[in-house]
């Protein structure tokens, strides 16, 4: 997998290891095109460049790992994943620095996420050149992940307890925000009913 612009190394992360308790079923096995909604949001974000991709599991990791294809891509497994996504991005930093592994910035995305597009993956990515920069993702009426951390925010993500994620982080430095257009980033398929809707919308075969 290739890095950013002027040899920038961009970590993605898909944060994973919720029970999805509303949904009927595992969130991130929900069938989506020709694979599940974790598989295609790893395929997006190895496509469109980041230099290593990881993903944060939780809850269901096993049934899980049986269902992805775990190829070229590190498993990070978080204890306290009941507490939220924010215990979720300090264990990927965590995990960086337990092995010794450098990057330039973090990209984090969701595995709810299907909706987001290839090319504004590969933007995020790309734009992450500006030292001690946060590059969200920013829609009508708010901004959110996908999101990209320069490395001098690492510091603050590591100690992240929240299940609001990096929102502290983002709040703070208002003033270092590059913002890029994504109107499909305010979905979340986090519902049954949400799910079904968007899977019928795209075509999709009705689970």
Same mark, same amino acid.
């Not at 095109?33 to 974790?38: P, R």
């Not at 003033?175 to 980033?185: G, H, M, T, V």
């Given at each position: 997998m290739s890095g950013a612009s002027f040899g920038t190394k961009v970590a993605a992360v898909?944060? %994973?290891a919720g029970a999805s308790r509303r949904m009927s079923g595992i969130k991130q096995l929900l069938p989506w095109? !020709?694979?599940?909604?974790?598989g295609y949001v790893i395929e997006q974000l190895k496509t469109a460049g980041a230099t290593d991709v990881f993903v944060v599991l939780g809850a269901h990791q096993e049934e899980i790992l049986q269902k992805i294809d775990a190829t070229d891509i590190i498993i990070i497994h978080n204890n306290n994943w009941a507490r939220g996504m924010g215990t979720s991005i300090a264990r990927t930093i965590k995990y960086f620095r +337990?092995?010794?592994? +450098?990057? !330039?910035?973090?990209l984090i995305a969701a595995c709810d996420q299907p909706l987001i597009k290839l090319d504004h993956y590969k933007k995020l990515i790309n734009s992450c050149i500006n030292r001690e920069r946060i590059i969200v993702s920013s829609f009508e009426n708010g901004r959110g992940i996908p999101v990209v951390f320069d490395k001098a925010y690492f510091d603050k993500l590591s100690v992240l307890t929240e299940d609001v994620g990096a929102k502290s982080v983002v709040k703070n430095h208002l &003033?270092?925000? /590059?913002? /890029? &257009? %994504?109107?499909? %980033?305010a979905i979340d398929l986090d519902t049954k009913e949400r799910y079904e809707l968007y899977y019928h919308k795209q075509g999709l075969v009705q689970p």
């Open positions: 898909v944060v %994973a095109k !020709d694979t599940t909604m974790l +337990e092995n010794q592994l +450098e990057f !330039d910035g973090l &003033d270092r925000l /590059i913002q /890029i &257009d %994504a109107p499909e %980033a």
